[in-house]
């Protein structure tokens, strides 16, 4: 892992103030003694200290480089995400460069390789990927500044900015239940830590809320609308069979809500008159559905505006990853009219 | 048509045909030899020199050696994106991930946010990364002068965008003269009339649009039902100019169907109708344009024209990297024009108290 400042001051003997007033070419006010300045350039070779000014000379530009790698930059959430880092870093001179791991860790790898030849100043890991947390770990081992954005709330190697599934999977859940439902089912993608997390924290709802084993009932799908609304229909078709169907759907993403809802229309179940469904994130979308979808606001754009400032300020400091405190955003609950009383 | 002289025709870089001309031999004997693929027919010595001699003095730079200065072995795309969040733009980025997955290529992707600047930016950055080609997404406004630049920078560029007429460099570009075409036979079929357009004036996609629906109005002799409506193409602007446009319905300005110039304006415009109460089709056909997505799930599903953004995207890296590997000079490579197609779903029907004469045609 590359030097900082900090251990070049301390293998040098000198202050910090004293190594970047060297280093950085900012010699102004109070003269340094020659035998410092070739202390501290010793020191800085001997460490192969390579500050972010070299790392711009290197790659031939003023600018900063970020590098964000993201799970799938086609998800809408991560396109709010993206929104929230691109609005922090134009203020500040910094350019980012995106890479899409398409939910595979080692494609996450190969970008985070070719941004350390790049001389990116730091990354941005958007999303859990499955099976990757190896991946994050030599992500981690490579990179000094690295910030992850994914919605767990257990601290991983790598300081971030969490949404809280647990927190918002309640809010969905409380809001349904006191509504009147009972028999709620839950859509998820287990392909995605949020999307377990979420289903697992359903389960527990239901089951502290007395609720008999008859009425606890997860389906998986891939949580775009595509195999959400193919799930639909085999699910209506069934419920139209049951003398008892659900009357609510706690969906673990707006994605799904929106084939759900459209499966819904098709088999000319009237949401939410007969059927209530809730999703999760608040795309930009979701206030546009028909009838317009209440949700679980992640608030993705404050995810990443708070991610990346995080990130400039761990480069403007030379934090370290310890000393990074994760900051998790609170989700709130987003009511709009695809959530009703169950039918009498 | 006569191709418009480019302002990149001046060659941006050195290429195998330059070094071949210079010492003399074929562009295949030059490859052989800087690419390091000698198998075959010997090469005599005194060739090699005469070809290196040529490559350092014309300053040849391959793209191995590209690759040699990144330090990477796979091979770089720069893609320079209008707006990432913009739901065609992301199919078409699909499309270039597929067509790239297969052939160790990686993909470098900026957003301009329709700033022309900022695409001038992306491109310097690109360039000082090595990156093998760049393919630049969408249209900006005032961002000419910008692609000028960026087409005297680099050899291999390709663009992707709606136009027809060619550019600073080659293309791949789906027609809006015949989709809107497409959209208004369809509508005017079905026996509208009264048709307005809702568009975004930002970008030349848009406005190209609006000229064709509005000399379509004109020569179906309905020129006085042209009403065009300016919005951003996103779908909260469109919903808040919805309300506008229903809130003159209920003042007797009506119309029976409105051709939307972007899916994502449709969808905000099908909230609008659906909080005014005004049933879809029945009383108001909405169609759109781009077939994103999202569109098959809207409540009704979206009539739109299709201009199949993730085989675009497909098509444009194909093209790219065949120009890459084959060192083609741009001024070699045709444009690819892609025909869009109608895609009709329920959001569009005979209009209301339509005579039954009116449609037999």
Not at chain 1, 148 to 154: F, I, L, P
Not at chain 2, 149 to 178: C, K, M, N, W
Not at chain 2, 328 to 335: G, Q, W
Request: with cysteine.
């Amino acid at each position: 892992m590359p030097a900082r400042l900090r251990d070049v001051a301390e293998a040098a003997g000198v202050s910090i103030t004293t190594v970047s007033r060297i280093l950085n070419g900012r010699e102004s006010g109070v003269p340094i003694r020659e035998q410092t300045r070739s202390r501290v350039l010793a020191a800085a070779a001997e460490l192969k200290y390579r500050p972010n000014l070299l790392a711009r000379g290197l790659r031939g530009s003023s600018s900063s480089l970020l590098g964000v790698i993201a799970r799938d930059i086609s998800d809408p959430f991560h396109i709010q995400i993206l929104k929230g880092i691109n609005e922090t870093v134009q203020g500040r001179d910094y350019r980012l460069f995106l890479g899409n791991a398409d939910y595979r860790p080692e494609i996450a790898v190969a970008y985070g390789s070719m941004f350390e030849r790049s001389h990116a100043d730091g990354i941005i890991v958007i999303g859990d990927l499955q099976g990757g947390d190896a991946a994050l770990d030599q992500l981690g081992q490579q990179h000094r500044y690295l910030i992850g954005v994914t919605d767990r709330t257990q601290r991983r190697q790598v300081p971030g900015v969490y949404g809280d599934s647990l927190r918002g999977t309640h809010l969905a859940m409380e809001h349904l239940w006191d509504l009147g439902h009972r028999s709620i089912i839950c859509v998820s993608d287990n392909r995605t830590d949020d999307g377990r997390l979420r289903a697992t924290v359903y389960e527990k709802f239901m089951r502290d809320h007395d609720a008999p084993d008859s009425a606890i009932k997860s389906y998986t799908t891939d949580q775009e609308p595509e195999p959400a609304y193919q799930l639909g229909r085999r699910m209506f078709g069934e419920f139209a069979l049951s003398p008892t169907p659900p009357t609510a759907i706690y969906a673990t993403s707006d994605t799904t809500a929106i084939g759900l809802l459209r499966a819904a229309f098709e088999a000319g179940v009237a949401v939410p008159r007969q059927l209530s469904i809730i999703g999760f994130d608040d795309i930009d979308l979701a206030p546009f559905t028909i009838p317009p979808l209440s949700t679980v606001s992640q608030t993705g754009i404050e995810m990443g505006r708070t991610a990346a400032q995080m990130l400039l300020d761990m480069i403007d400091h030379e934090r370290d990853r310890d000393d990074v405190q994760d900051i998790v955003i609170d989700p709130e609950l987003v009511v709009r009219r695809s959530t009703a009383p169950p039918p009498v | 048509m006569e191709k418009p002289k480019r302002a990149g025709s001046r060659r941006a870089s050195i290429t195998l045909r330059d070094v071949a001309q210079d010492a003399g031999v074929s562009i295949t004997t030059v490859s052989r030899i800087l690419n390091n693929r000698e198998g075959g027919v010997p090469i005599r010595e005194d060739t090699r020199q005469r070809v290196l001699a040529a490559a350092s003095q014309l300053g040849y730079k391959p793209n191995l050696l590209a690759r040699g200065l990144r330090g990477s072995p796979s091979s770089l795309l720069g893609v320079i994106a209008r707006d990432m969040s913009d739901p065609f733009h992301i199919q078409i980025l699909q499309g270039i991930n597929q067509a790239i997955q297969a052939r160790d290529y990686r993909l470098f992707l900026g957003h301009v946010d329709y700033r022309a600047e900022v695409a001038i930016a992306y491109a310097s950055m690109f360039e000082r990364s090595h990156a093998d080609g760049i393919i630049v997404i969408g249209d900006i406004e005032g961002a000419e002068p910008a692609l000028d630049i960026l087409a005297e920078q680099h050899q291999f560029i390709v663009g992707i965008t709606d136009r027809t007429d060619r550019r600073q460099f080659p293309g791949v570009y789906a027609d809006s003269t015949v989709g809107t075409q497409l959209a208004m036979d369809h509508l005017w079929d079905l026996g509208h009339r009264s048709i307005i357009c809702v568009s975004d004036s930002r970008t030349s996609d848009g406005r190209l649009r609006i000229d064709c629906y509005e000399r379509y109005m004109h020569e179906h002799g309905a020129g006085h039902h042209i009403r065009v409506f300016i919005t951003d193409q996103e779908t909260a602007p469109a919903f808040e100019l919805g309300q506008r446009i229903f809130a003159r319905f209920r003042q007797g300005d009506l119309a029976t169907a409105i051709y939307a110039t972007s899916d994502t304006a449709a969808i905000g415009l099908i909230q609008a109708a659906f909080q005014a109460g005004i049933p879809i089709p029945d009383q108001l056909s909405i169609i759109g344009y781009d077939d994103i997505d999202l569109v098959r799930y809207t409540v009704p599903p979206l009539t739109t024209i299709s201009q199949t953004g993730v085989e675009m995207g497909r098509i444009a890296a194909e093209l790219l990297l065949d120009m890459t590997q084959r060192d083609l000079n741009r001024d070699d490579v045709d444009d690819i024009v892609l025909k869009p197609t109608l895609i009709v779903r329920q959001s569009t029907a005979h209009p209301p108290k339509a005579q039954p004469e009116d449609l037999s045609g």
